[in-house]
């Protein structure tokens, strides 16, 4: 993408599209990545906290924080494929929904500007992380450590796979494993958007039917029932 058109945005400051591959430095010295850490650091810091400090072992941490990664990637892999690509026109709709919706369309219909690769609205997923947290605290229930990791970790996995988004679309991503990535991501964007839903844990695809190559197969074969 070489896309050097300068937009205004709300407060009429021209804003940059990706005219040029963005580094590891440009990413977190941006507003919306540093606004970012400063709200999920001290959080990680907290409940991470009372998590070893509860935990009557490293392993009740470790399965923890397995559980949160594999079950956050999943609601993720959920939201992308079956809420992401709707806009609804209801209000009451978009106001429950948080509009997420029309952002992320927004993101596929101009994936150049890279401030629309990041979520700047990041308040109600701490809010409610934190009530996840607070309710693992004061229900009376056991292995409220491995609980608490996994909000941690599967919030962390959560910004982790934001920064990894900004990186598919602007960053020269070459090395092994990060290119298989930028290609299962790209291939979303620019030849199927209704396949590869996840983004780093690219297995959901694949076990739920929606890899690039699963969908084009079964998409040629409905051609050729067709004709
Ligand atoms: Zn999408
Ligand atoms: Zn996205
Ligand atoms: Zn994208």
Redesign the pocket.
């Known amino acids: 993408m070489t896309d050097a058109r300068v937009l205004v945005d709300d407060e009429g400051t021209p804003r940059q599209t990706a005219s040029r591959s963005r580094t590891v430095l440009d990413l977190v010295t941006y507003r919306t990545t540093r606004k970012l850490f400063r709200m999920w650091v001290p959080f990680w810091l907290l409940v991470g906290g009372i998590a070893v400090w509860l935990a009557r072992g490293p392993l009740e941490l470790v399965l923890g924080a397995v559980y949160g990664i594999a079950v956050y990637s999943l609601v993720e892999y959920l939201m ?1 494929r079956f809420l ?2 709707w806009e609804p026109e209801n209000r009451f709709v978009r106001f429950i929904t948080a509009d997420v919706g029309r952002h ?2 927004r ?2 219909r101009e994936p150049s500007d890279y401030k629309a690769a990041i979520n700047a609205v990041q308040t109600p997923v701490v809010i409610l992380c934190a009530v996840l947290a607070l309710a693992v605290l004061v229900m009376p229930q056991p292995l409220k450590a491995a609980w608490l990791i996994s909000v941690v970790s599967g919030s962390m996995n959560y910004v982790a796979q934001e920064l990894v988004h900004f990186g598919t679309h602007h960053m020269r991503m070459t090395s092994g494993l990060l290119n298989v990535v930028k290609r299962h991501h790209m291939l ?2 620019y030849r199927n ?1 209704n396949a590869n ?1 996840g983004l780093f844990w690219t297995f959901w695809d694949r076990l739920l039917g929606t890899s690039y190559e699963q969908v084009a197969r079964r998409e040629t074969r409905r051609r050729a029932d067709k004709s």
């Open positions: 992308h992401y690509h992320h369309m993101h596929h979303h964007h958007e839903f």
